[in-house]
């Protein structure tokens, strides 16, 4: 799993989550999990050999369907994990953007495998983002307090 630092993790529902969301082995391969963003809606400024290089995948293997998942949190099964790693190594990544959530979700569809994908829409999130200042961190901690003191 991989969360941005003003992300606040609430572990109390992420376990619940993860016990009834998530697949048990062995059927937790190819598993990519987060909340999912749209790259249609970026500026576009990108001339046509750009296009070609960072679109062409997307436009052949998805149907000009181009998502990602956000870089607050996500999180991938260990396979797909090691595929992604794999990836920036060997391919040297030629398709990326420069935008970490981005470009490690491009890695992950290009698996050579279906990829699994669980999105998580706002009123499942078992997190905050963005969490800065002080009076964001005051409110989490004076609701979290009450609820564990129950």
């Known amino acids: ?33 987060g909340a999912l963003r749209d790259k249609a809606y970026w500026p576009k400024t990108h001339n046509e050999s750009d296009i070609v290089q960072y679109e062409s995948y997307f436009g052949n293997v998805y149907e ?19 595929f992604v790693g794999q990836e920036a190594r060997e ?13 490690v979700s491009a890695m992950a569809f290009h698996s050579p495998e279906p990829v699994k994908l669980l999105v998580i829409g706002r009123p499942h999130r078992f997190w905050e983002h963005p969490v800065k200042g002080e009076p964001r961190w005051k409110r989490i901690l004076t609701r979290e307090t009450a609820r564990v003191e129950g």
């Open 64 to 82: 000009g369907v181009h998502l990602y998942l956000a870089g607050q949190l996500y999180m991938l099964s260990r396979d797909l994990a090691n």
């Open 1 to 33: 799993a991989k969360c941005d630092s003003d992300s606040f993790l609430h572990l109390h529902e992420f376990f619940q989550f993860a016990y009834k969301q998530l697949p048990p082995p062995p059927y937790n391969t190819n598993v990519f999990v």
């Open 91 to 103: 391919s040297r990544c030629s398709y990326c953007e420069g935008h970490e959530d981005h470009d």
